[in-house]
């Protein structure tokens, strides 16, 4: 679609579809014909749907999830270990770990990690309010659960050190060859790391 031949409403559509992640001007053309063509049955509710989480979704002021309830329903729940802190660096991790039902104790997201290159230093991050729920004396270990990049693995270095002087246990999540992965297909890094993380 042209810019010509299209009005200012379908034109700022597109722009706003474009800035979602993994989408281009062209994904954002397909997409906003895709709403235009139907409507009623996706557009409408879609749009319902967008103004209802804006008024009533926020970041939960413990843990930073999303969600309608202050704390949120993570927080909220009974029967979860106060004693372990999963840090994560963003809600779809949080999420992630969520549906594998294999932690059941608090979470702390960082909103994002530290970047030299983006300008994220300690302060544009949730690193204050972690030390600071860390020496409420019930934490006992905090667990790393940051991606395994060169700013994932810089961030849990920070935030380590950040601990150390509580005197809590600090664990990282083991990385290495995945279930139903296979030795020749992996790159070297994972590799090493898998021999590092043997037990």
Known sequence: MNERAAGPEITKLIELIA???????RSARRVALYLLKRQDSLMQPLADALAEAAAR????RICGNFDTLQPCAVCQAEGRDEGL???VEDVPDLWALERAQAFRGRYHVLGGVLSAIDGIGPEEL????????AQNGEVREVILALNATLDGQTTAHYVADQLEPLG????????????GGELDHLDDGT?????????
């Open 85 to 87: 802190i999963c840090v």
């Open 168 to 179: 809590i246990r600090v664990t990282r999540l083991a990385h290495g060859v995945p279930v």
């Open 57 to 60: 979704i926020e970041a939960c």
């Open 126 to 133: 949730n690193i204050a309010s972690l030390i600071q729920r």
């Open 19 to 25: 800035r979602l992640p993994g989408l281009g001007p």
């Open 191 to 199: 590799l090493a790391a898998a021999l590092r993380s043997r037990r």
